[in-house]
């Protein structure tokens, strides 16, 4: 056997030993975090916010816009927001990213034009969905993560501890 064919034998079953040593590659984390526990406050929202929803049997007054919705969401469930979406967006704590939105936050998007200023507001349900009042005049659910939507979301705050 060749001088060179031994070396490349060598490395061939190095390599194949330093990989068996990693073969399950590295283990999951046992330190995740658990998510906190949903605030029975937000679970009322969420309540209240999809009795306005049109299929449901409960008929009540249409909200004026978006950020009337909100607020009577919220009112009716003890907590008192400003009346406009540009108010609610100063309120509570700011969430650092749309990763950790959590039932109840208030979402927030520009309105028809692209830009930095806040022109709609929605409370999140989870999973990747909100609620508002759409300009057309209903209340939906909606995916954050709609091409239209995804172009348009500003900032999200909590307002529910």
Request: hydrophobic share 40%; charged share 25%.
């Amino acid at each position: 056997m060749s001088r060179i064919m031994r070396t490349g034998l060598s490395a061939g079953f190095l390599v194949l030993w330093a990989a068996g040593g990693c073969a399950g590659g590295p283990q999951p984390s046992h330190s995740r975090r658990a998510a906190p526990p949903i605030p029975p406050m937000a679970k009322a929202v969420i309540r209240t916010a999809k009795t306005y929803l049109p299929e449901e049997e409960r008929q009540r007054p249409a909200p004026q816009d978006c950020s009337d919705f909100v607020r009577r969401v919220f009112l009716e469930n003890g907590l008192d927001l400003p009346r406009r979406s540009t108010q609610m967006s100063l309120v509570g704590d700011r969430v650092a990213s749309s990763r950790e939105l959590r039932m109840g936050d208030l979402v927030f998007f520009c309105g028809e034009k692209v830009s930095r200023i806040v022109g709609h507001v929605g409370i999140y349900v989870g999973n990747g969905i909100f609620i508002h009042r759409s300009s057309a005049g209903a209340v939906v659910m909606e995916s954050l993560y709609s091409d239209y939507y995804r172009k348009r979301y500003l900032a999200a705050r909590r307002v529910i501890d």
